[in-house]
């Protein structure tokens, strides 16, 4: 009998909450590892419940971080050697050795996955991408001109094993390459099983409303990207008033700078948002952000039509080093074909304003 052994490798939050959805839909009749890694720190701390679960066969952990960090910038000699030693590099980065697999799940081109594409590319394993949010729309992060990485005759290789990518939303997919998409099964809120893994994994617990208006941050402090972020969420706060406004700092940004400022009281949940969607009700709860896919999560994920408001046509800065005119276009695509009747996009300073006075906010003197 052919080998059936999966593995799927998580790098965030949102990816281990999709893991764990595969793991009890499409991958339910088969033996499956998780390999999680450092790239979230928070992941480690999730380990012990991963493996109270049984849900996987083994949950492997991976200090990947730094080896990804360190090639990206290294010099093609360097990269070569690298890709010439990854049987060592494996073992010292893995806690536990790997299996020989026929599917490798993965939501990031990065070096790591680029080396495992080598280490198994004689083998009959295929690799198969799954959703990480918009980029994973968006993005062609095999296009020859978009990183020397993918001239590179080992670090490439990855494009010869890559069959599909799975999407919640396939149709709203604008990559331009040539993989094939492929549904991702629609997470029920009603599905109490899932519900039940999910909330005992991230240790949920019910708290009370934080606020009527969450403002989702994004990781633009740890990407170095220069933008007027927080100018838009100052201009919400004192719309909404500080008793009703709070924001939900991204995990990647290593300081918490809107609390710094005295722009929102502190957010203390560590929880992906998609599980508050997935236990709460977000009725009368409003969600402004820039364009964190987040805030289309509810819709593409569960088909929730919740307020939500959308700043990018005031934002100033790039979202994306290379993508940012194909991100918009996606942006455009989604509130044409899929957004609610809920769903804003303020064009100036007044209008959006009047979107939050309209939703129950009020001018703070």
């Not at 997919?173 to 809120?189: E, H, Q, S, T, V």
């Not at 722009?263 to 709460?280: D, H, V």
């Not at 039509?305 to 100033?316: K, R, V, W």
Request: glycine residues 4%; hydrophobic residues 40%.
């Amino acid at each position: 009998m052919p080998n059936q052994r999966k593995l799927i490798i998580a790098n965030s939050v949102y990816q281990l909450l999709t893991a764990v959805h595969m793991r009890q839909t499409i991958l339910q009749d088969y033996d499956v590892d998780l390999l999680i890694t450092d790239i979230t720190a928070a992941l480690k701390d999730y380990l012990p419940r991963l493996n109270e679960t049984k849900l996987f066969k083994r949950v492997i952990f991976g200090n990947i971080k730094e080896l990804n960090r360190k090639y990206i910038i290294e010099k093609e000699a360097e990269i070569s050697e690298g890709f010439e030693n990854v049987s060592r590099l494996l073992k010292w980065i893995l806690s536990e050795e790997l299996s020989i697999y026929s599917e490798i799940y993965f939501a990031n081109f990065d070096i790591f996955t680029r080396m495992l594409a080598c280490y198994f590319y004689r083998l009959s394993c295929d690799f198969i991408c799954y959703e990480d949010g918009f980029s994973s729309y968006v993005i062609d992060y095999l296009r020859q001109d978009r990183t020397p990485l993918n001239l590179h005759p080992e670090a490439s290789k990855i494009k010869d094993k890559v069959k599909m990518v799975l999407l919640y939303e396939p149709q709203l997919a604008i990559r331009g390459d040539r993989l094939p998409n492929r549904a991702l099964p629609k997470i029920k809120r009603d599905n109490e099983q899932l519900k039940e893994v999910l909330n005992y994994i991230f240790n949920y617990k019910r708290t009370q409303r934080y606020a009527d208006f969450i403002f989702l941050e994004q990781s633009f402090r740890a990407e170095g990207l220069k933008t007027n972020d927080l100018a838009l969420i100052s201009e919400c706060q004192h719309t909404v008033g500080s008793s009703r406004f709070i924001v939900k700092p991204h995990p990647r940004n290593p300081e918490n700078i809107p609390f710094q400022l005295g722009l929102t009281r502190r957010y203390s949940e560590n929880i992906p948002w998609e599980l508050f969607l997935l236990n709460e009700d977000p009725k009368n709860l409003t969600m402004i952000t820039v364009c964190s896919n987040a805030a289309l999560t509810g819709r593409i994920v569960f088909g929730i039509d919740m307020n939500t408001i959308m700043l990018y046509q005031l934002f100033e800065g790039k979202v994306l080093w290379k993508e940012d005119e194909i991100l918009k276009r996606y942006l455009r695509k989604f509130r044409r074909q899929f957004a609610g009747s809920n769903y804003y996009v303020p064009e100036t300073i007044y209008e959006l304003r009047s979107i939050l006075k309209y939703l129950g906010g009020h001018d703070e003197q």
